[in-house]
């Protein structure tokens, strides 16, 4: 059974940095796709950034392309998300999910095709 289980949200001021934790279990991830999504009050999960284990390839959404940076850590089995100059409309529940399933570049952007998910974390930044 995989369980991802995020940490790190906080609230922060404008500009400031924060960095999110993803602690994966229940399989070996070398070849998994992991993903950050965040859901804003009232709007559809949103993808944020992205990482294949396999290669080291990493995506992100135009709007934090520069600030925000996904890394991922083999022996722990975590991926991280860095924030830096984080704005209120960063103000969101961010959630790790996983998939197994080789996703080309467009599909790693889309959350129907990650297998599982984490509860989430809060970050709320204030201006």
């Known amino acids: 059974q995989v369980q991802l289980v995020e940490s790190g949200g906080a609230l922060v001021q404008a500009g400031g940095s924060l960095r999110l934790s993803c602690a994966a279990s229940?399989?070996?991830?070398?070849?998994?796709?992991m993903g950050w999504f965040r859901q804003a009050p009232g709007k559809e999960r949103e993808f944020v950034a992205a990482i294949k284990w396999s290669g080291a390839s990493t995506y992100y959404a135009d709007s934090v392309k520069g600030r925000f940076t996904i890394s991922g850590d083999n022996a722990k089995n975590t991926v991280y998300l860095q924030m830096n100059s984080l704005k209120p409309e960063d103000t969101a529940v961010y959630y790790c999910g996983a998939t197994s399933k080789k996703l080309g570049v467009v599909l790693t952007t889309i959350r129907e095709w990650y297998d599982y998910w984490g509860q989430g974390t809060q970050v709320t930044v204030s201006s």
């Open positions: 229940g399989r070996t991830f070398s070849s998994y796709v």
